[in-house]
């Protein structure tokens, strides 16, 4: 595979986790385009490399992928006094991560449908949500 193919799949990676990223933001939340874009970017360019670069072990970058995301993730949960922020927002970008290995190993079509998927759960409306059950509590 050449180096312009590679470059393809990180900037694909890149506009998918932008467009996740990009809903974030518009919901005033940390993690916007310009953070999902680097993780799903980043992963798509680890991946890449694992596959062309590195030799023997492909699956040890992957791995630790997962856990450099997860790190990253726990870094964006914050817990208040009866709460608990950004887990969301954590998830969204484990998922942007997903996507980004899935462009890495060729698998676009996936990327860009799991993208869209995740792009509508994202726009439900928790709040919503929030209210019925709190409805349902007061019954």
């Not at 993690?31 to 999902?36: E, L, N, S, V």
């Amino acid at each position: 595979m050449g180096q312009f193919s590679m470059l393809g799949q990180v900037i694909l990676a890149l506009l998918l986790g932008g467009l996740l990223g990009w809903q974030r933001g518009a919901r005033g939340k940390w993690a916007g385009p310009r953070t999902f874009a680097f993780v799903a970017g980043g992963s798509a360019l680890f991946t890449v490399l694992s596959l062309y670069a590195f030799g023997a072990d492909i699956a040890r970058i992957a791995s630790q992928i997962v856990v450099g995301i997860g790190f990253l993730g726990a870094g964006t949960i914050l817990h208040t006094e009866n709460r608990v922020v950004g887990l969301t927002t954590a998830a969204g970008l484990w998922m942007a991560s997903a996507i980004g290995m899935s462009v890495g190993v060729g698998y676009y079509l996936l990327a860009v449908l799991v993208s869209l998927l995740a792009l509508g759960i994202f726009m439900m409306d928790d709040r919503n949500y929030e209210k019925n059950l709190e409805n349902k509590d007061t019954k």
